[in-house]
């Protein structure tokens, strides 16, 4: 199902705009990032908990992998948005089909490097044996798939933009109810091994692109395909647009990298599974959060580019709100339920994972008082074509914050690991604070009348 994208973004009274595209958003980021959460479920049920270790530990290379075409789609929607609103289509359609010639050739080139890597890649993060082995199995579906998956997460912003708000969540959903089908299928029934953990969630994304991409090969969308033309500054344009997601992207990872590295060495296979548990409770959590704030993003640059920035400032009062409720159910649930969490991943799990677990869990539950803050923050500036103040939140968030904490926190052993999250939670609420209040005043400027 399309919607009228120009009137939606322009004409729609803010908080119905919102129930009609953050919500739906919001399921489909869900929907689409539940394939990682059943990933971890299915491997460590199925294969056990060296695997699930494995898994955690090739994780962030995976996302990095994909961290370029993430890059790509973000950046261009931004300003494909704006040039929909200057009234600017052809533009908007040249953005849209160089955007998607690069994706699939960074794929090629990240996947060919990952695939030769991996091994080192696993030995210098200091795993051994069956441990190093499974995730270099794991890492090397997900490299050689790249060229023709990567492109997925371009495409539901495309999606979006062109008013298949509804048809996207669909997408999504069909994605990981695929993935999670063809998983249990190869895990549960053939008893292969990791590797195909990964092909089947690779299948189903490919697949998925295939179908995403229907309405544009056929013409039917408000983008279109036609013959690219590149330029200098409209490549600088998506780079800096994309920025402040590729950057959360490599540093994010670059952290999760270095944790994962302190991990094996303080407390080995055991302390990897929580971490990756943690990181399981946040791959549910943060896509409601990014789903509310991104689906909202053309919407907001579209008015951006047409000036009307009351309506930009309605929207985002919308985004910040919705935020900050999903943020503190998000601390009950996690506080109140670490065991059942715990389990959920770890089904046979001893007394030593389940009380590290629960700890660490209940610690881990007060990131999301502040959460909601720096990520409500990030996608506003993004969203209005700012993305240095975007970039140093992302950047802070991910990387700065967190190894500055370690340092400060290294006394406390694997409590101070845990404590780590909440901590540069509310460091980055407040650094966003401060953006908010630098950039206040062209935030408040009157609207121009057509």
Same mark, same amino acid.
């Given at each position: 199902m399309r919607n009228n994208s120009t009137a939606l973004f322009s004409k729609t009274p803010p908080l119905k705009l919102f129930f009609l595209a953050s919500l739906p958003g919001a399921i489909s980021m869900l929907a689409s990032a539940l394939y990682q959460t059943i990933d971890g479920v299915f491997v460590g049920q199925f294969i056990g908990k060296t695997a699930f270790a494995a898994l955690n530990l090739a994780m962030p290379f995976v996302i990095i992998n994909f961290s370029l075409a993430d890059l790509v789609g973000v950046g261009s929607a931004v300003p494909i948005s704006v040039s929909l609103g200057k009234k600017q289509g052809q533009e908007a359609n040249n953005i849209f089909t160089c955007a998607c010639l690069m994706i699939v050739c960074f794929g090629l080139l990240i996947g060919a490097v990952m695939f030769a890597a991996a091994p080192l890649l696993m030995r210098l993060m200091g795993a051994q044996g069956e441990f190093a082995e499974l995730a270099v199995q794991y890492l090397r579906v997900y490299a050689l798939c790249s060229p023709v998956t990567t492109i997925i997460f371009a495409a539901d912003n495309y999606l979006r933009i062109c008013g298949y708000i509804r048809g996207s969540m669909f997408l999504n959903i069909f994605m990981s109810v695929l993935s999670a089908v063809l998983e249990f299928l190869f895990l549960g029934v053939f008893r292969w091994g990791i590797w195909a953990a990964a092909l089947a969630t690779c299948s189903g994304m490919f697949i998925s692109a295939l179908i995403a991409f229907i309405p544009f090969f056929r013409g039917k969308a408000l983008l279109r395909f036609c013959k690219p033309h590149f330029s200098g500054k409209m490549i600088r344009q998506i780079v800096a647009c994309g920025s402040p997601n590729f950057l959360n992207n490599i540093a994010g990872r670059i952290t999760s990298i270095l944790m994962n590295a302190i991990l094996v060495r303080l407390g080995g296979e055991t302390a990897v599974s929580v971490y990756g548990i943690l990181m399981f409770a946040d791959g549910f959590i943060q896509p409601l959060l990014y789903g509310m704030c991104d689906s909202l993003q053309?919407?907001? &640059? /579209? *008015?951006?580019?047409?000036? @009307?920035? =009351?309506? #930009?400032?309605?929207?985002? @009062?919308?985004?910040? +709100?919705?935020?900050? %409720?999903?943020?503190?159910?998000?601390?009950? %649930? !996690?506080?109140?339920?670490?065991?059942?969490?715990? @389990?959920?991943?770890? +089904? *046979?799990?001893?007394?030593? #994972?389940?009380? !590290?677990? %629960?700890?660490?869990?209940?610690?881990?539950?007060?990131? /999301? !008082?502040?959460?909601?803050?720096?990520?409500?923050?990030?996608?506003?500036?993004?969203? !209005?074509? @700012?993305?240095?103040?975007?970039?140093?939140? =992302? #950047? =802070?968030?991910?990387? %700065?914050?967190? #190894?500055?904490?370690? &340092?400060?926190?290294?006394?406390? &052993?694997?409590? &101070?690991?845990?404590l780590n999250f909440a901590g540069t939670s509310l460091l980055a609420a407040v650094l966003s604070l401060i953006i908010l209040k630098k950039v206040r005043p062209e935030l408040r400027r009157p609207d121009v009348e057509e």
């Amino acid at each position: 199902m399309r919607n009228n994208s120009t009137a939606l973004f322009s004409k729609t009274p803010p908080l119905k705009l919102f129930f009609l595209a953050s919500l739906p958003g919001a399921i489909s980021m869900l929907a689409s990032a539940l394939y990682q959460t059943i990933d971890g479920v299915f491997v460590g049920q199925f294969i056990g908990k060296t695997a699930f270790a494995a898994l955690n530990l090739a994780m962030p290379f995976v996302i990095i992998n994909f961290s370029l075409a993430d890059l790509v789609g973000v950046g261009s929607a931004v300003p494909i948005s704006v040039s929909l609103g200057k009234k600017q289509g052809q533009e908007a359609n040249n953005i849209f089909t160089c955007a998607c010639l690069m994706i699939v050739c960074f794929g090629l080139l990240i996947g060919a490097v990952m695939f030769a890597a991996a091994p080192l890649l696993m030995r210098l993060m200091g795993a051994q044996g069956e441990f190093a082995e499974l995730a270099v199995q794991y890492l090397r579906v997900y490299a050689l798939c790249s060229p023709v998956t990567t492109i997925i997460f371009a495409a539901d912003n495309y999606l979006r933009i062109c008013g298949y708000i509804r048809g996207s969540m669909f997408l999504n959903i069909f994605m990981s109810v695929l993935s999670a089908v063809l998983e249990f299928l190869f895990l549960g029934v053939f008893r292969w091994g990791i590797w195909a953990a990964a092909l089947a969630t690779c299948s189903g994304m490919f697949i998925s692109a295939l179908i995403a991409f229907i309405p544009f090969f056929r013409g039917k969308a408000l983008l279109r395909f036609c013959k690219p033309h590149f330029s200098g500054k409209m490549i600088r344009q998506i780079v800096a647009c994309g920025s402040p997601n590729f950057l959360n992207n490599i540093a994010g990872r670059i952290t999760s990298i270095l944790m994962n590295a302190i991990l094996v060495r303080l407390g080995g296979e055991t302390a990897v599974s929580v971490y990756g548990i943690l990181m399981f409770a946040d791959g549910f959590i943060q896509p409601l959060l990014y789903g509310m704030c991104d689906s909202l993003q053309p919407a907001v &640059g /579209y *008015n951006w580019g047409a000036q @009307k920035y =009351s309506r #930009v400032r309605a929207i985002e @009062k919308c985004c910040f +709100s919705a935020s900050s %409720v999903v943020s503190v159910l998000a601390v009950f %649930v !996690i506080a109140f339920f670490p065991e059942q969490i715990t @389990k959920l991943f770890v +089904s *046979n799990a001893g007394a030593d #994972v389940l009380s !590290i677990s %629960v700890w660490a869990l209940q610690l881990f539950s007060l990131t /999301y !008082i502040t959460r909601w803050l720096s990520f409500a923050t990030q996608s506003y500036m993004l969203a !209005i074509e @700012k993305p240095l103040p975007a970039s140093i939140i =992302s #950047v =802070s968030t991910a990387l %700065v914050f967190p #190894v500055i904490l370690i &340092g400060i926190l290294w006394p406390l &052993g694997l409590t &101070g690991i845990w404590l780590n999250f909440a901590g540069t939670s509310l460091l980055a609420a407040v650094l966003s604070l401060i953006i908010l209040k630098k950039v206040r005043p062209e935030l408040r400027r009157p609207d121009v009348e057509e």
